[in-house]
């Protein structure tokens, strides 16, 4: 299974940037989703997951009301759509495979992630 994210760049803080994760190598439908992302000399943070259904979601304490998790398993594509984005957002951030909630080792498949920054 491999996971290729995208979607990140630099945007103004207030902004908004939409992440989108393609899973190939198998059905995405197979998974639960999650989302992390981790800046410089800080720990991983989890983001959000999402269900394989996509009938259920989780989102971290720091983003929840401005971030939502979707899922299309059609196009075996996971988004992080990013509202009112502040500097503080700034990170890589990495898409993962496998199960759903914030425990990162639970999550068997990872993807390169991507660069977003928020400029003040």
């Known amino acids: 299974v491999q996971l290729q994210a995208s979607g990140g760049g630099l945007v103004q803080a207030g902004g908004s940037l939409r992440l989108s994760c393609l899973v190939s190598?198998?059905?995405?439908?197979?998974?639960?989703m999650g989302w992390f992302r981790q800046a410089p000399g800080q720990e991983r943070e989890f983001i959000a997951s999402?269900?394989?259904?996509?009938?259920?979601?989780d989102y971290g304490d720091s983003v929840k009301g401005r971030f939502t998790i979707s899922r299309d398993n059609a196009k075996n594509t996971v988004y992080l759509q990013m509202n009112s984005l502040k500097p503080e957002d700034t990170a890589v951030y990495y898409c993962a495979a496998g199960d759903r909630g914030p425990n990162a080792a639970r999550y068997a498949y990872w993807g390169q992630g991507t660069q977003v920054t928020v400029s003040s």
């Open positions: 999402i269900s394989w259904g996509g009938g259920s979601t």
């Open positions: 190598g198998r059905s995405s439908r197979n998974y639960g």
